[in-house]
């Protein structure tokens, strides 16, 4: 993200990163943290959709590393990174244009203006690559949260033998159309995480740099973005929970997001909204580091690559 000049601060000389640059940055950084972070986020997926009639089981999750272990145990260390695949396609469908976009269209939207980006177009640079890219990757979304939540325990079948499978299991049983069921919560959520996140971490790292705490680094980046990854989670929880819950129901279950949301309400209480919500922080909190550290130092070297080429050349 670029840091916002202070008021009579000469624009600076420095070559600045192409939107391919960014993008690509975006979208190996994601790759790395999701692939770090995963157990996390299989953890955070059973803790959600505990309580269900359909998964119910003998087995009760407790706590992030209590979910960890149980599952390690009962169903083995490979089922913690059962639809990894699918995560990794969704980062780079996802995240690499969420993210790697934000720039160029805060840059769009401020077109014209010698002052830096107001917080309105920060939000509305947030709304319009998270809208885009959710349309995108909500596919890879469905298979992924379908993978984390099976289980093979007491008898129960698999609904999937893997990844690839699930795409054709579902386009073929269900209809093509289900693999964007969900879009709607996902969508919401992924608004607030966007704009959430980004603007966040955009703001958290300009007030850092501009107010002189800390350089524009490592330690600065990793700051922002851990602050980045609180917000985030405790705005998008509730969205969250009932995006895992409808994705997962079978055909039928609930007609609606709003049923899904009111038969959780009443069923489970408004605690339930933030099932799994200290995995969703240590896993988004972890991601947002990992992700951003990544990002903002590849984007820094593949751009010092490309002004030596140009120097060169």
Same mark, same amino acid.
């Given at each position: 993200?670029r840091?916002?000049?202070?008021?009579?601060? $000469?624009?600076?000389?420095?070559?600045?990163?192409?939107?391919?640059?960014?993008i690509?940055?975006?979208?190996i950084?994601?790759c790395?943290?999701?692939?770090?972070?995963?157990?996390?986020d299989?953890?955070?997926?059973?803790?959600?959709?505990?309580?269900?009639?359909? #998964?119910?089981s003998?087995i009760?999750y407790?706590?992030?590393? *209590?979910?960890?272990t149980?599952?390690?145990?009962?169903?083995?260390?490979?089922?913690?990174?059962?639809g990894?695949?699918?995560?990794?396609?969704?980062?780079?469908s996802?995240?690499?244009?969420?993210?790697?976009?934000?720039?160029?269209?805060?840059? /769009?939207?401020?077109?014209?203006?010698e002052?830096?980006?107001?917080?309105?177009?920060?939000?509305?640079?947030g709304?319009m690559? *998270?809208?885009?890219?959710?349309?995108?990757?909500?596919?890879?979304?469905?298979v992924?949260?379908?993978?984390?939540a099976?289980?093979?325990?007491?008898?129960i079948?698999?609904? /999937?033998?893997?990844? /690839?499978?699930?795409?054709?299991?579902?386009?073929?049983t269900?209809?093509?159309?289900?693999?964007?069921?969900?879009?709607? !919560?996902?969508?919401?959520?992924?608004?607030?995480?966007?704009?959430?996140?980004?603007?966040?971490?955009?703001?958290?790292?300009?007030?850092?740099?501009?107010?002189?705490i800390?350089?524009?680094?490592? $330690? +600065?980046?990793?700051?922002?973005?851990?602050?980045? *990854?609180f +917000?985030?989670?405790?705005?998008?929880? !509730?969205?969250?929970?009932?995006?895992t819950r409808?994705?997962?129901?079978? !055909?039928?279950q /609930?007609?609606?997001?709003?049923? +899904?949301?009111?038969?959780?309400y #009443?069923?489970?209480?408004?605690?339930?909204?933030?099932?799994?919500?200290?995995?969703?922080?240590?896993?988004?909190?972890?991601?947002?580091?990992?992700?951003?550290v +990544?990002?903002e130092?590849?984007?820094?070297?593949?751009?010092k690559?490309?002004?030596?080429?140009?120097?060169?050349?």
């Amino acid at each position: 993200m670029r840091v916002p000049l202070q008021d009579g601060e $000469p624009p600076t000389s420095e070559v600045q990163p192409t939107m391919g640059v960014k993008i690509f940055s975006a979208g190996i950084s994601a790759c790395l943290a999701d692939i770090i972070t995963f157990p996390l986020d299989t953890a955070k997926v059973r803790l959600q959709i505990q309580g269900e009639g359909q #998964t119910s089981s003998t087995i009760r999750y407790k706590g992030v590393l *209590g979910t960890i272990t149980t599952l390690a145990k009962t169903e083995g260390l490979p089922k913690l990174y059962s639809g990894l695949p699918a995560g990794i396609q969704r980062q780079i469908s996802f995240a690499s244009l969420r993210i790697g976009l934000y720039d160029t269209v805060q840059e /769009y939207f401020s077109s014209g203006r010698e002052t830096p980006a107001s917080l309105g177009n920060k939000i509305a640079a947030g709304l319009m690559t *998270g809208g885009v890219a959710v349309f995108i990757g909500q596919p890879t979304e469905v298979v992924k949260v379908r993978m984390q939540a099976q289980s093979h325990l007491h008898g129960i079948k698999p609904r /999937y033998t893997g990844t /690839y499978n699930a795409y054709r299991v579902i386009a073929t049983t269900e209809s093509l159309s289900t693999l964007w069921k969900g879009t709607t !919560p996902n969508l919401m959520r992924n608004v607030i995480i966007n704009c959430t996140e980004l603007v966040t971490y955009d703001l958290m790292k300009g007030a850092l740099v501009n107010n002189h705490i800390l350089a524009d680094d490592v $330690p +600065c980046h990793l700051l922002s973005a851990l602050v980045a *990854g609180f +917000c985030t989670t405790l705005l998008a929880s !509730p969205v969250d929970v009932v995006k895992t819950r409808f994705i997962n129901s079978l !055909p039928g279950q /609930y007609p609606s997001v709003p049923s +899904c949301a009111m038969t959780m309400y #009443t069923k489970e209480g408004p605690t339930a909204f933030f099932k799994g919500f200290v995995p969703s922080f240590l896993r988004l909190g972890s991601w947002n580091v990992i992700m951003f550290v +990544c990002f903002e130092q590849l984007k820094k070297e593949l751009t010092k690559s490309r002004q030596t080429v140009d120097c060169t050349t």
